[in-house]
Structure formats: structure tokens, C-alpha cells
């Protein structure tokens, strides 16, 4: 027994020394700093709609054919026609649902002859009808930022709601002169947009668009002389903007110029030929669309980088 008691005595030694070591706990293992990657470049993508009354719903096949590629705007600026469309589509209506709402749109709901005026349409039956469907809510409450054009008449000077009554707004950025009367806003009256922006590109701009794609669907001089008072009144109205509109229009980044000539400005039982001819000028204007987003892109990339300390 005395021969084995120190054989004995290492072994247990060692196995207790063994199961110390096992029951160590190890230090803990510090993880590689992880690379920083930045967020990837936001293009904000402002949406210019030009008027042209029922020529506007060509408007809505430009949206449609924009975020099916993936160029949803975030911001949108209308005048007249345009500002009827955008609000709408401002509000949280999408393109599938402005097209149902159009199909389903009698001339007889949004207009109100008023015998006082000499028969002008008034222009309430716009404004609710707009309201209605924008939730009676005021134009910074909607969805998307969003800016309706029109003109003060006392002085001429564009004027961009940005705030306040949605309806009212856009039946002031839809007054056309001669056929809807001018509507009273705080003591000033004001008229359709398309005098001095036919399409608003600087409103779109001043919204905080990194690029403006603008719609023109204005009635264009063509050697003919229009039919009927609104067609005569409509096509005054864009000789008039007509200077002014090609100015502005300089400064968007890309033109989408649907195929609606031969659409009157009253032809509502049109409104599927200038929805589907705005799908067509919107997908052609695509790869434009695609250049200009990524040359901005890197724009602001270059920015970001030349601003780090």
C-alpha cells in the first residue's frame, strides 16, 4: 500500500489541476470593429403637372408608369389640371385608385353654373369634390408634400399654396379666366395658375425636388382656330403662360410631353386615351428619367464625401 500512495497521490493532483483549468473561465474574445456604412443617397424626385383640363388626366398614366419603375415621387406640384390630379395623388391616392376615381368622374360633379356670374362655373362642386376625397384635410396634413399654383389677379404674381384649404387651393389653381369665376382667398382673388406657370417647376423645386420631372400637357398653337369658348379661352391662356412656361420648363430635368393635342380641353369621355397616352410618354422617358436620378446620385455622393472632415 505505502508503495503505491505517492503514484496515487500525483494522479489526483494532476486530475484536480486538470479540472481546474476546465472550469477556468476563458477571457472574453473582443469582435473586429465593424465598418461603418453609410446610408445609402436619397434623390428626391419632384413631380411637375402642368395644366390642360381634361387633357390632366394623362397625368395620372405618368404616375402610374413612375413607381411601377420605381421612380416614386416625393413631392408634387400641380397648376389647374395638375393640381387637381396631385392633390389627389398627394393625399395617399394611389394610381390604380385616381384611375377608378376617374372612370367613375361626371363632368356634372365638379361643375356649378352660376346665373350671377353671367354663367361661370362657380367652382365649389371642385373644391368638395376634392375635399371629399382628400379627407377634408388641409394641404400640409396630406401625404406628400404638395404645392398648388394659381395667380393673384390684382397683381399678376404667382401664387404656391402649400397651406390651408386643399379644395379651395386647387379650385383657385383651376379658375380659368372667362369660364370659372376668380375665387376670394383672405381678400385677394385669384385665377387659374397656367397664366404665369404652366407647368410649375419651381414649385416642385422650391418643395425640395433634387429633380423635377415636369408633364406638359398644355394646348399648343397649331395654325387652327379653336372651337367653342373654353377651347378659345384655354388655348389664350397658354399663349399667354407660354413665354413664361418654356422659362421655367428649362430649369426641370426631365420634359414628359404626352400625345394629347387632339383631346379637348372638355373631352371627359377621353379620359382613358389620355390616361393610356401618358403611360406611352412616361415609359419613353425612362432611360432619361433613370440618367438623371443617378447622375444626382453621385452629385450628392461627391457632396457627402467633400463635406467628411
Do not use: W
Request: charged share 20%; hydrophobic share 45%.
Amino acid at each position: 500500500m505505502t508503495l503505491f500512495a505517492p503514484r496515487r497521490r500525483c494522479a489526483l493532483v494532476l486530475l484536480a489541476a486538470l479540472l481546474a483549468a476546465c472550469t477556468t473561465p476563458k477571457a472574453p474574445v473582443t469582435p473586429p470593429p465593424q465598418a461603418t456604412v453609410a446610408p445609402p443617397i436619397k434623390v428626391r424626385i419632384g413631380l411637375a403637372l402642368g395644366g390642360g383640363a381634361a387633357k390632366g388626366f394623362a397625368h395620372i398614366g405618368v404616375i402610374k408608369m413612375l413607381e411601377v419603375s420605381g421612380f416614386t415621387p416625393d413631392v408634387v406640384a400641380g397648376t389647374s389640371a395638375g393640381s387637381v390630379v396631385g392633390s389627389l395623388y398627394a393625399s395617399g391616392l394611389g394610381p390604380y385608385e385616381l384611375q377608378t376615381n376617374s372612370f367613375a368622374l361626371d363632368e356634372a360633379q365638379i361643375r356649378d353654373v352660376s346665373l350671377l356670374s353671367g354663367g361661370l362655373v362657380k367652382g365649389q362642386k371642385l373644391q368638395d369634390y376634392v375635399n371629399q376625397l382628400v379627407k377634408n384635410r388641409p394641404l400640409d396634413k396630406l401625404n406628400k408634400p404638395f404645392a398648388a399654383v394659381a395667380t393673384e389677379l390684382e397683381t399678376g404674381k404667382r401664387t404656391v399654396f402649400v397651406r390651408g384649404n386643399t379644395g379651395q387651393a386647387v379650385r383657385a389653381s383651376s379658375s380659368i379666366p372667362g369660364v370659372f369665376e376668380p375665387v376670394v382667398i383672405n381678400g385677394k382673388h385669384y385665377v387659374d395658375g397656367g397664366v404665369v406657370s404652366p407647368v410649375p417647376v419651381d414649385a416642385a423645386r422650391e418643395l425640395g425636388a433634387d429633380i423635377v420631372v415636369a408633364v406638359d400637357i398644355s394646348a399648343k398653337a397649331n395654325g387652327k382656330a379653336p372651337g367653342g369658348m373654353v377651347n378659345i379661352v384655354t388655348q389664350s391662356i397658354a399663349i399667354m403662360g407660354q413665354t413664361l412656361g418654356q422659362q421655367e420648363m428649362t430649369r426641370a430635368d426631365v420634359i414628359i410631353r404626352p400625345n394629347v393635342g387632339k383631346i379637348g380641353p372638355t373631352d371627359f369621355d377621353q379620359k382613358n386615351v389620355a390616361i393610356m397616352e401618358g403611360e406611352r410618354a412616361a415609359l419613353a422617358a425612362m432611360p432619361e428619367i433613370r440618367k438623371a436620378v443617378e447622375a444626382k446620385r453621385l452629385e450628392l455622393l461627391k457632396k457627402q464625401q467633400a463635406a467628411k472632415p
